[in-house]
């Protein structure tokens, strides 16, 4: 039994985990476990990385072949995909957003784990609308780079 199976909240260790020199490129990570029939990821990936090995598992990504582009955040039903890139002492972290009031580029926002604990502070970099989606970036400190997973504007 994984550790999400008897908490609820995903930890590093139920997650395909990329590299360092994959996180310094900017990679998708998938915190899709549930065996469900879903594959928009699958669909929405313009070089192929994300695959399933049939429609209910779930989903696996080459960080070999992802370039971070993002198309994926937007279209995923369950808000469970990120993309993160770390440079130096700092990360930028892209995920999926669909509250109000909905974050500018230059808002200073709390950073917030997946249990929904603030974990710092991130600098809002990029918004862009993917559908009923806002995909957002934020620049956080590094060391946080696999936990930050949400923001409260």
């Not at 109000?100 to 809002?124: Q, S």
Request: proline share 7%; charged share 25%.
């Amino acid at each position: 039994m994984c550790e999400y199976e008897k908490t609820g909240v995903l930890s590093i260790t139920d997650l395909q985990l990329p590299t360092g020199k994959q996180l310094e490129k900017g990679v998708a990570i998938l915190e899709c476990v549930e065996e469900i029939p879903c594959n928009p990821c699958v669909e929405s990936c313009p070089v192929h990385a994300i695959s399933m090995k049939d429609i209910n598992a779930p989903p696996v990504n080459d960080f070999e072949r992802c370039i971070g582009c993002t198309k994926c955040i937007g279209i995923c039903p369950g808000l469970a995909i990120f993309v993160v890139k770390v440079k130096g002492e700092k990360a930028r972290v892209t995920l999926p957003y669909e509250f109000v009031p909905a974050p500018k580029v230059g808002n200073v926002v709390k950073a917030l784990d997946r249990i929904g604990v603030v974990r710092g502070e991130g600098l809002v970099t990029k918004v862009v609308k993917q559908g009923k989606t806002l995909v957002v970036t934020i620049e956080i400190d590094g060391k946080y780079a696999m936990d930050i997973r949400n923001i409260r504007v």
